[in-house]
């Protein structure tokens, strides 16, 4: 059997070192950014339904206060049914 080089065997542990070096450093960044995703669409998802709640209420202010929609954004109050 041949003997094997201590030089060679540093020499391989150090390419295989920065290997998995550069290999955890780009899972770290790609975790980074999942999570950052998720973090943004959780927030954009949270203001959406909050919005679509703020909607509804005034809306339902709205119909009770006998405020009727009618062409674009001009309201008007709901004539008195007297």
């Known amino acids: 059997m041949a003997e094997t080089d201590p030089k060679s065997v540093q020499d391989l542990t150090a390419v ?3 290997l ?3 290999m955890q450093d780009k899972f770290q960044t790609m975790s980074d950014q999942i999570i950052g995703r998720n973090i943004l669409f959780s927030v954009f998802s949270a203001a959406g ?3 679509d709640d703020l909607e509804k209420n005034i809306a339902d202010l709205m119909t009770q206060a006998g405020v009727e929609e ?3 954004d ?3 109050p709901a004539p008195n049914k007297s």
């Open 16 to 18: 295989v070192q920065t």
């Open 20 to 22: 998995l070096q550069q």
């Open 49 to 51: 339904c909050r919005i």
């Open 70 to 72: 009618l062409e674009g």
């Open 74 to 76: 001009n309201k008007t």
